[in-house]
Structure formats: C-alpha cells, structure tokens
C-alpha cells in the first residue's frame, strides 16, 4: 500500500515534470510567433511561475516518490541498471536546466519586463528565445529516455 502510495506519488511529478517541460516550449513559442510585446512578456512571466510550480514540484514528488518506493521495496539507488541510468538521466537533464535554461530564463524574464509596457523587443531578447528552444528541446531527451528506463526495465 505504501509503495504504491510513493509510486503514484512518483509518477504524477513525472507527468508535472514533463508535461510542464513540452507544454510550455509550445505556448511560449505561440507567444513569441505573435510579435506582440505585451503577450511575450505575460508567457515570460508565466513561464517563471509554471517553472516553479511544475518543474520544482514534479522534482520533489519524483525524489520523494521515487526514493522512497525504492526504500520500501528494498532496491538498492544504485543497484539495478534501469534505475541507475535514470537517474544519471535525471541529474543530467536538471544540470542542463539549472546551467543553461535558467540563466537565459532569468536575462528574458529582466528584458521582458521592460518591454512589457509596449516597448520595442531587443535582439538580444530574440537571441535568448532561440537559445532557450535549442537547449530545451535537447533537455527533454534525457527526460523520455528516463521514462523508457524506468517501463522498460532493461537488464
Ligand atoms: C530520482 C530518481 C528516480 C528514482 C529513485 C526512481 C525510482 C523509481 C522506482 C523505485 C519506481 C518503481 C518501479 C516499479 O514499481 O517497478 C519507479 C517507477 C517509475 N519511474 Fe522513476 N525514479 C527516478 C526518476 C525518474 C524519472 C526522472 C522519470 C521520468 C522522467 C521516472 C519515471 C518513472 C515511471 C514512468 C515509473 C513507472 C514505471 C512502471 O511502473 O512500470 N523516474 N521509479
């Protein structure tokens, strides 16, 4: 009962975590595409909010769930392979957030703000959306190899 209790508490940061991840590169990019100053600064705004609450939630429900199944069915962290890679993926995954989304995140969020009245977009603000696509798209990777890891349960 307890381990399924931690397990569903698992997968639902997972399904916080990745869902928040894909879904807000869509509506940012909608957002970008419109031109508008007043509409890029609320998805800037918003992105920053749904970070916290999805990205940082799903985290601490994936860790809490997940070491804490882990404990309860006394498997070893770094015993079997699927759940070491995953975890290697995880790590992975969130040192590419915390050192390359983030800091542009935060360069976008101060620019935004300055436009968000109507002002003109600076290219640097450009320069920072495509960089944050980029780096984002290739963020999400480890997260689905993650996700295989953990069904598939490779040898
Ligand atoms: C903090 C590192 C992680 C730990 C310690 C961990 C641990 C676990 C454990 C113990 C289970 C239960 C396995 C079972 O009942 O057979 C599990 C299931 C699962 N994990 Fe993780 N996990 C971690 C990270 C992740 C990540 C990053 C993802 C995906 C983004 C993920 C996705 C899943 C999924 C989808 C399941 C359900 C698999 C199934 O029931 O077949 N986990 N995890």
């Known amino acids: 009962m307890l381990y399924s209790l931690l397990k569903t508490l698992h997968v639902l940061g997972v399904v916080a975590l990745v869902g928040n991840v894909v879904v807000t590169l869509a509506w940012k990019l909608a957002a970008d595409r419109t031109g508008e100053p007043r509409v890029i600064a609320f998805g800037q705004r ?51 957030w915390a050192g390359l989304l983030i800091p542009t995140q935060i360069r976008q969020a101060r620019q935004a703000r300055d436009f968000a009245a109507g002002g003109d977009i600076p290219a640097s603000y450009w320069r920072d959306a495509r960089r944050w696509v980029f780096w984002g798209v290739i963020a999400i ?5 993650a996700v295989w890891l953990m069904i598939a349960k490779p040898a």
């Open 141 to 145: 990777g480890p997260l689905l190899g």
């Open 46 to 96: 918003l992105v920053t909010l749904t970070d916290w609450w999805f990205t940082v939630g799903g985290v601490v429900l994936i860790a809490i769930g997940g070491y804490g199944a882990a404990w309860v069915a006394g498997l070893d962290p770094l015993g079997p392979h699927w759940l070491l890679w995953g975890q290697g993926l995880f790590v992975l995954s969130g040192a590419l």
